[in-house]
């Protein structure tokens, strides 16, 4: 998942996409022997899988969803670097979600809160500014 720092997977940092990219490259059997390479990225709704197709072929549902990063050749340096930092773990996905869901829930809770006592006060002070104006107490019933 996309840290919260980066608000949409087109904003992703430069830096970074030629580290991942230096990774697929490195990473594939075929892509790792050749030059000038070209990786393709775009979100996992936008990819069009239907049961006619080739195993590891896909399409797309919106191709202007679909972003290249050109790969000129295999840099060591990089993949060495990301190598040496490199961390497998068991990751259970569908607890993860969950966990994930509670968080953004638990925030927009917070801020239906937030946004409820604040449109409580204004309404507090609209009544306040109203009785002030009012003329009702000014007078007594003798």
């Given at each position: 998942?996309?840290?919260?720092?980066v608000?949409?997977?087109?904003e992703?940092p430069?830096?970074?996409?030629?580290?991942?990219?230096?990774?697929v490259?490195?990473?594939?059997?075929?892509g790792?022997k050749?030059?000038?390479?070209?990786i393709?990225?775009?979100?996992?709704d936008n990819?069009?899988?239907?049961?006619d197709?080739?195993t590891g072929q896909?399409s797309?549902h919106k191709?202007n969803?679909?972003k290249?990063?050109c790969?000129?050749?295999?840099?060591n340096?990089i993949i060495?670097?990301?190598?040496?930092?490199?961390?497998?773990?068991?990751v259970?996905?569908?607890?993860?979600k969950?966990?994930?869901?509670?968080?953004e829930a638990a925030?927009r809770?917070?801020a239906?809160?937030?946004r409820?006592?604040?449109?409580?006060?204004?309404?507090?002070?609209?009544?306040?500014e109203?009785?002030a104006?009012?003329y009702?107490?000014?007078?007594s019933?003798?």
């Amino acid at each position: 998942r996309l840290p919260s720092s980066v608000k949409s997977w087109e904003e992703i940092p430069q830096p970074l996409l030629i580290d991942c990219a230096q990774l697929v490259k490195a990473n594939s059997i075929e892509g790792n022997k050749k030059d000038n390479i070209t990786i393709i990225y775009t979100p996992a709704d936008n990819l069009k899988k239907t049961g006619d197709m080739a195993t590891g072929q896909v399409s797309f549902h919106k191709d202007n969803r679909v972003k290249r990063v050109c790969v000129a050749k295999r840099e060591n340096p990089i993949i060495n670097r990301l190598n040496k930092t490199k961390v497998e773990k068991e990751v259970d996905h569908e607890q993860e979600k969950v966990e994930r869901l509670k968080v953004e829930a638990a925030v927009r809770r917070a801020a239906a809160a937030e946004r409820k006592k604040t449109d409580l006060e204004l309404a507090r002070a609209r009544e306040a500014e109203k009785a002030a104006r009012s003329y009702d107490s000014l007078f007594s019933g003798e």
